[in-house]
Antibody
């Protein structure tokens, strides 16, 4: 079955950096686009970033553009999110999500908590 | 800045029917936005319910249905059950690999 397992979350200071990883299994990773979605404590879901199946194209929400970089290693079935210049408002659970064919989010990981302290 | 709107909260009686909607502050929602719907209970990851306006995700009961109602996307739950009490989110595909979530609807079954 499809499994997405995030890692790399933790506490970082304002202005710091962190890299999230997402290990994928149960499907042919290289055939699917992948997404990151986040949820601040007590708030709603926010789309963060998308990468196409071959890694050739990426897109970002305005709130993270220029600070976050999404990437993937299809040989290792792993998705990444490099987060630089972190701000307290980036504090959230970050979900790794498989992109469904049909412009939607079909499988979700359990999430990784990132806390940015000021 | 694109704003996707949802009712902040709704309530439904057990066995009843409720419709949640997903709109745009400026403009109308159509199938071209590929509206999809997700359900989340506290402490859990979201679960996919509906995609491409009206296609149920695997394992989702047919009590859940999606549609376009007027200028909004809609999620209708019939025969509401106690465990339908959750937060529900819609998301719209804005093109050029950009998505925007609505603020979510907290559904109470009482």
């Amino acid at each position: 079955q499809v499994q997405l397992v995030e890692s790399g979350g933790g506490v970082v200071q304002d202005g710091g950096s962190l890299r999230l990883s997402c290990a994928a299994s149960g499907f042919t990773f290289s055939r699917y686009g992948m997404q990151w979605v986040r949820q601040a404590p007590g708030k709603g879901l926010e789309w963060v970033s998308f990468i196409r199946s071959d890694g050739g194209s990426q897109s970002y929400a305005d709130s993270v553009k220029g600070r976050f970089t999404i990437s993937r290693d299809n040989s290792q079935n792993t998705l990444f999110l490099q987060m630089n210049n972190l701000r307290p408002e980036d504090t959230a659970v970050y979900y790794c999500v498989r992109d469904g064919s049909g412009h939607y989010f079909d499988y979700w990981g359990q999430g990784a908590l990132v806390i940015v302290s000021s | 800045q694109t704003v996707v709107t949802q009712e902040p909260s709704l309530s439904v009686s057990p066995g009843g029917t409720v419709t949640l909607t997903c709109g745009l502050r400026s403009g109308s929602v159509s199938t071209s936005y590929y509206p999809s719907w997700y359900r989340q209970t506290p402490g859990q990851a979201p679960r996919t319910l509906i995609y491409k306006t009206n296609t149920r995700s695997s394992g989702v009961p047919d009590r859940f249905s999606g549609s376009i109602l007027g200028n909004r996307a809609a999620l209708t739950i019939t025969g509401a059950q106690a465990d339908d009490e959750s937060d529900y989110y819609c998301v719209l595909f804005m093109g050029t690999d950009i998505w925007v979530f609505g603020g979510g609807t907290k559904l109470t079954v009482l």
